[in-house]
C-alpha cells in the first residue's frame, strides 16, 4: 500500500476519495486550506492546513511523510463565479497547481492525478463526448483546468513527471453512512439546492428553459460521487504500477436534463419541488454527457451507482441528516401540511 497526498480532501469529492482510499488500504495525508473544504470532513490526524501556493510547507511534508503519489483536488469550481472574479480561478487553480507540482518535483514526487472538468470541451461538436474532442473551454474555470493540464503534458515530456487527468461531469450523492456528502458554501450544484427547495418550501430556480433539448433544460451527465472516487483510485494504482500519464472522462454515458432530475427527487421524496425558471446561466453548454469507454477498457473501471434515483436517494438522506435546526423546523411544518 502507498501513501497518497489530497489536495483539497475536505472538499466534496476529495472528502470521498479519502475515504475510499483508505478503505482500501492506503495512508492518506489531507492537504486543504480550509477556504471552502470542511474540517469535519476529514479523520482525525491526517489534515494539514496548507494553501498549495506554499511550495516550501508541502516540500517538507511530502518529504517528512514519504508521500508516493498525489491527487488533485484543491481548487474552485463555480462556473458562474468564475465568470464574474475570473482572476480568482486562474491564481488558486493555476497558481495553486504550479505551487504543487514545484513542491512534488523538489520532494521528488512524480506521480499525479488532476481533477479536470468536462468543462475542457466548451460546447461540445458531438454528444457523448470523446477524449477525442476539441478542447474549446467557454468559461474561466474550464480555461483554468485546461491550462493545468497543459502545465502536466509538459512537465511528463521534459520532467518525467506522470499524471492522469479525469475530466468528469455532475458529480452527485452521497456516502451518508460515512457522513460524506455536499456541503459547499454557498451551494451551487443542482440536486442539493433541489432538495434544500423540498425541505425549506422555498424554489430553487432553474436557469434556462429555451436550450435546443427535449424539454428545454441542459442535459448532464450525473455521476455518483463515490463512483468518481473510485476512478481516482483506479488511476492513482495505475501510476503507482508504472503507468504512463493519460487523460480520460469519467461519465455514465446517460444524460439527465434539469427538469428529469426535478422529477426523481419527487419520486424519491414523495414531495412536489417548488421551483421557478430563470434566466440561462452564463457559460452552460446545453449538453454534457461523457463517453468514459477508454478509461473502463484501459484501466478496469466501471460506474456502479449510475441509477438517478439512487444518486438522489443517497444525496436525499445525507441532506435529511444534515439539516441545521431552522430546516428541521420548516421541513416538520411542511410535512404536517401535507398529512
Same mark, same amino acid.
Given at each position: 500500500?502507498?501513501?497518497?497526498?489530497?489536495?483539497?480532501?475536505?472538499?466534496?469529492?476529495?472528502?470521498?476519495?479519502?475515504?475510499?482510499?483508505?478503505?482500501?488500504?492506503?495512508?492518506?495525508?489531507?492537504?486543504?486550506?480550509?477556504? #471552502?473544504?470542511? /474540517?469535519? !470532513?476529514?479523520?482525525?490526524?491526517?489534515?494539514?492546513?496548507?494553501?498549495?501556493?506554499?511550495?516550501?510547507?508541502?516540500?517538507?511534508? !511530502? $518529504?517528512?511523510?514519504?508521500?508516493?503519489?498525489?491527487?488533485?483536488?484543491?481548487?474552485?469550481?463555480?462556473?458562474?463565479?468564475?465568470? $464574474?472574479?475570473?482572476?480568482?480561478?486562474?491564481?488558486?487553480?493555476?497558481?495553486?497547481?504550479?505551487?504543487?507540482?514545484?513542491?512534488?518535483?523538489?520532494?521528488?514526487?512524480?506521480?499525479?492525478?488532476?481533477?479536470?472538468?468536462?468543462?475542457?470541451?466548451?460546447?461540445?461538436?458531438?454528444?457523448?463526448?470523446?477524449?477525442?474532442?476539441?478542447?474549446?473551454?467557454?468559461?474561466?474555470?474550464?480555461?483554468?483546468?485546461? !491550462?493545468?493540464?497543459?502545465?502536466?503534458?509538459?512537465?511528463?515530456?521534459? #520532467? *518525467?513527471?506522470?499524471?492522469?487527468?479525469?475530466?468528469?461531469?455532475?458529480?452527485?450523492? %452521497? *456516502?451518508?453512512?460515512?457522513?460524506?456528502?455536499?456541503?459547499?458554501?454557498?451551494?451551487?450544484?443542482?440536486?442539493?439546492?433541489?432538495?434544500?427547495?423540498? !425541505?425549506?418550501?422555498?424554489?430553487?430556480?432553474?436557469?434556462?428553459?429555451?436550450?435546443?433539448?427535449?424539454?428545454?433544460?441542459?442535459? #448532464?451527465?450525473?455521476?455518483?460521487?463515490?463512483?468518481? %472516487? *473510485?476512478?481516482?483510485?483506479?488511476?492513482?494504482?495505475?501510476?503507482?504500477?508504472?503507468?504512463?500519464?493519460?487523460?480520460?472522462?469519467?461519465?455514465?454515458?446517460?444524460?439527465?436534463?434539469?427538469?428529469?432530475?426535478?422529477?426523481?427527487?419527487?419520486?424519491?421524496?414523495? $414531495?412536489?419541488?417548488?421551483?421557478?425558471?430563470?434566466? /440561462?446561466? *452564463?457559460?452552460?453548454?446545453?449538453?454534457?454527457?461523457?463517453?468514459?469507454?477508454?478509461?473502463?477498457?484501459?484501466?478496469?473501471?466501471?460506474?456502479? /451507482?449510475?441509477?438517478?434515483?439512487?444518486?438522489?436517494?443517497?444525496?436525499?438522506?445525507?441532506?435529511?441528516?444534515?439539516?441545521?435546526?431552522?430546516?428541521?423546523?420548516?421541513?416538520?411544518?411542511?410535512? $404536517?401540511?401535507?398529512?
Amino acid at each position: 500500500m502507498a501513501t497518497i497526498l489530497v489536495t483539497g480532501g475536505a472538499g466534496y469529492i476529495g472528502s470521498h476519495t479519502r475515504y475510499f482510499l483508505q478503505k482500501q488500504g492506503h495512508s492518506v495525508i489531507v492537504v486543504d486550506n480550509l477556504s #471552502r473544504g470542511h /474540517r469535519e !470532513m476529514v479523520p482525525d490526524g491526517i489534515l494539514r492546513e496548507i494553501d498549495t501556493r506554499d511550495t516550501a510547507r508541502l516540500t517538507d511534508l !511530502m $518529504k517528512r511523510e514519504r508521500v508516493d503519489a498525489v491527487i488533485h483536488f484543491a481548487a474552485y469550481i463555480a462556473v458562474g463565479e468564475s465568470t $464574474k472574479v475570473p482572476e480568482l480561478y486562474f491564481a488558486n487553480n493555476v497558481s495553486g497547481s504550479l505551487g504543487l507540482f514545484d513542491a512534488m518535483l523538489a520532494a521528488g514526487v512524480n506521480k499525479l492525478v488532476f481533477s479536470s472538468t468536462a468543462a475542457a470541451y466548451g460546447i461540445p461538436q458531438r454528444v457523448p463526448i470523446a477524449e477525442t474532442e476539441p478542447i474549446t473551454p467557454i468559461n474561466p474555470y474550464g480555461e483554468s483546468k485546461v !491550462m493545468v493540464e497543459k502545465i502536466l503534458e509538459w512537465l511528463d515530456r521534459y #520532467r *518525467e513527471f506522470r499524471s492522469v487527468c479525469l475530466r468528469y461531469f455532475n458529480a452527485c450523492g %452521497a *456516502e451518508p453512512e460515512a457522513g460524506l456528502g455536499e456541503l459547499h458554501d454557498p451551494e451551487t450544484h443542482l440536486i442539493p439546492l433541489i432538495l434544500k427547495a423540498v !425541505m425549506t418550501g422555498k424554489p430553487v430556480t432553474l436557469f434556462g428553459d429555451d436550450y435546443p433539448t427535449d424539454d428545454g433544460t441542459c442535459i #448532464r451527465d450525473y455521476i455518483h460521487v463515490s463512483d468518481l %472516487a *473510485e476512478a481516482h483510485i483506479f488511476a492513482v494504482e495505475d501510476l503507482l504500477n508504472g503507468g504512463t500519464s493519460d487523460v480520460f472522462n469519467v461519465g455514465t454515458a446517460s444524460g439527465h436534463s434539469v427538469k428529469e432530475v426535478v422529477t426523481a427527487v419527487e419520486r424519491v421524496t414523495g $414531495k412536489k419541488v417548488p421551483f421557478t425558471i430563470g434566466p /440561462r446561466r *452564463e457559460g452552460d453548454p446545453p449538453s454534457l454527457v461523457a463517453d468514459s469507454q477508454k478509461l473502463q477498457s484501459k484501466l478496469g473501471w466501471k460506474p456502479k /451507482r449510475a441509477d438517478l434515483d439512487r444518486i438522489v436517494s443517497d444525496a436525499w438522506e445525507f441532506a435529511l441528516r444534515n439539516m441545521n435546526q431552522n430546516e428541521q423546523l420548516a421541513y416538520g411544518r411542511r410535512q $404536517k401540511a401535507d398529512t
